[in-house]
């Protein structure tokens, strides 16, 4: 049982460059989320997905898109890469719909845009 | 709308001490609460969370918490500091069956020898 797994750990881009991070959980769990991690600002949420073929916005989604082709997998997107992008990406997953429920968080992917 | 203060950026304590790392919330319903650790270099892992039962948290590694509504806060305890604890710590509130999670800007505690 991996859990939560993130690829790539890191990268490097240069502005308007395009890549796509995979999230990948083995637990079965129906919401999954992607957040970013800047210095002094905790944990901001991009998109989740609350099930297969389900994406919605959170709280700073500009810029990025994602996708929920398949229950395991959550991939977060960026089309055109800007410096503002810098930053840790974390990825999480729950069983249920309920914000009680607990969060597994990955162990990060940092990418720096040049 | 829902929001968490964490006061200070750091925190440092001797191996043994007191450890005391405070979290405010703000929510006009009923919160669950939670605290998270963040060990360098690796995904957040959760310590403690609070549902609405009990206002006293217990959580893992010795931490605990207590829920006190009258002071909107959910400050986070460890009797005596051990080196292993050096971590960034993050406290986060949820309102509502399908809300988000709101997180604080973290705390990162060091120990002493």
């Known amino acids: 049982n991996a859990g939560v797994t993130q690829t790539p750990k890191f990268r490097v881009l240069k502005t308007g460059q395009s890549m796509t991070l995979l999230c990948a959980q083995d637990?079965?769990?129906?919401?999954m989320y992607w957040y970013r991690q800047d210095p002094g600002m905790g944990l901001r949420l991009i998109h989740y997905?609350?099930?297969?073929?389900t994406t919605a916005k959170g709280e700073v989604p500009d810029g990025y898109n994602v996708s929920r082709l398949k229950k395991q997998n959550f991939l977060l997107g960026l089309e055109s890469a800007a410096p503002s992008q810098t930053s840790v990406y974390f990825c999480?997953?729950?069983w249920g719909a309920g914000v009680s429920d607990t969060q597994y968080f990955g162990p990060g992917t940092r990418l720096t845009v040049l | 709308a829902q929001s968490v203060t964490q006061l200070g950026s750091h925190v440092s304590v001797s191996e043994g001490a007191l450890v005391l790392l405070r979290c405010n919330y703000s929510?006009?319903?009923?919160?669950?609460l939670f605290w998270y650790v963040q060990y360098p270099n690796q995904g957040l892992q959760l310590l403690l969370k609070y549902t609405s039962a009990a206002t006293l948290v217990k959580g893992i590694n010795g931490f605990e918490a207590e829920f006190k509504k009258s002071e909107t806060s959910f400050h986070l305890t460890k009797p005596s500091a051990h080196m292993s604890d050096a971590a960034e710590y993050f406290c986060a509130v949820g309102t509502g069956a399908n809300s988000k999670l709101t997180f604080g800007k973290g705390i990162t505690l060091s120990v002493r020898p």
């Open positions: 929510s006009s319903v009923p919160p669950y």
């Open positions: 997905s609350v099930g297969e073929g």
């Open positions: 999480a997953s729950s």
């Open positions: 637990m079965n769990h129906e919401y």
